[in-house]
């Protein structure tokens, strides 16, 4: 059965009671403090009973809920836990959870055309190397690629909500252009990630073109209950970056790219393709080429210089000079 609300304050309250080895707590102290507390979040002024708070304890020391709180009497009076490290807040799931997660993971397998099964399948793996890693006290196995000081990461949960919820933004941006920070309108229709950076896609207005606002550029928000929310009745994502590496979208047709690897980077790109219009033309003991179909934008040239003197252009003339151009002027510099 589902653990309700004020259950889940009578732990929490019980959980932090103990957690303060200061002071000992006995069987009223808990009765008052957990009452204050259900008091003070629902409302609820008719206290608690001794025989709830008793039933609360053996459910927190039980593994009902994975728990398994090592909780003690000392001098057959005072309540404490016997590691003073322990928090219900800090229990790692269960090994049932864990068979649980497998189970539902081995389901989600047998529809082959679940077009968001790769993206599950990496949360899925990252979390049950967490949970091995807590459980057997060991060095993380997987090391994920993060960056945990990235800023603008905290205000994810809020955009994903407003979002969800069709609600309009207020927010304050200050590009890397700009000297000042503005404050506008915005409705985010979408969140995504390029290159371990947070991006809202929306718009401004319904006449302009669709934004592309950092994250990390994003100085404050708030979600605002009385600006009518423009929504996105015709834009599918997927479609709409799919002649591009990155976010910068632009209305030209996608191109025809030609790129020349060195035998030394090939495997690279082979293994990894730089986009999902990759098409093998040569493959030899002098190296690889192949050609993409993709609109020229900032990433792509970012990518290209990426592999240094690993990569030719070969194709189109005017991407060719802009990269000889970049690398000219990166010359000067030594």
């Not at 009452?35 to 979040?41: G, P, T």
Request: charged fraction near 25%; glycine fraction near 4%; charge should be neutral.
């Amino acid at each position: 059965m589902p653990t309700n609300r004020n259950a889940l304050i009578r732990y929490k309250t019980i959980d932090a009671c103990l957690q303060n080895r200061q002071r000992k707590w006995t069987l009223e102290d808990l009765i008052e403090k957990v009452s204050d507390a259900l008091y003070e979040y629902e409302g609820i002024d008719k206290g608690i009973s001794l025989r709830t708070i008793q039933a609360d304890i053996q459910v927190m020391r039980s593994d009902k809920l994975g728990y398994e709180a090592p909780i003690i009497v000392v001098d057959k009076k005072f309540y404490t836990y016997a590691d003073p490290n322990f928090s219900i807040t800090k229990s790692p799931i269960t090994q049932t959870d864990l068979i649980q997660m497998n189970e539902a993971l081995s389901l989600l397998k047998q529809f082959k055309g679940f077009s968001h099964f790769e993206q599950l399948s990496e949360v899925v793996n990252k979390l049950e190397e967490h949970v091995y890693s807590a459980q057997e006290k060991r060095s993380s196995i997987i090391d994920f690629e993060k960056n945990e000081n990235l800023k603008g990461l905290s205000f994810l949960d809020d955009l994903y909500h407003a979002i969800l919820a069709k609600k309009a933004l207020v927010i304050t941006y200050k590009s890397f252009k700009a000297r000042q920070e503005g404050v506008f309108i915005f409705h985010g229709w979408w969140l995504k990630e390029f290159k371990n950076r947070w991006f809202l896609v929306g718009k401004r207005r319904a006449n302009e073109s669709i934004l592309h606002l950092a994250l990390d550029r994003i100085q404050s928000l708030h979600i605002s209950e009385d600006i009518t929310y423009l929504p996105n009745d015709a834009i599918v994502q997927e479609e709409y970056y799919r002649n591009t590496i990155g976010v910068t979208v632009n209305n030209l047709r996608p191109q025809q790219i030609v790129l020349k690897f060195t035998p030394l980077h090939a495997p690279y790109v082979i293994t990894k393709p730089l986009h999902h219009s990759q098409k093998v033309i040569e493959e030899n003991e002098r190296g690889l080429t192949i050609e993409l179909a993709l609109q020229i934008n900032f990433e792509l040239e970012k990518e290209i210089l990426g592999f240094g003197d690993g990569v030719e252009v070969l194709a189109p003339l005017k991407l060719r000079k802009v990269i000889q151009g970049r690398l000219s002027r990166a010359f000067n510099y030594y």
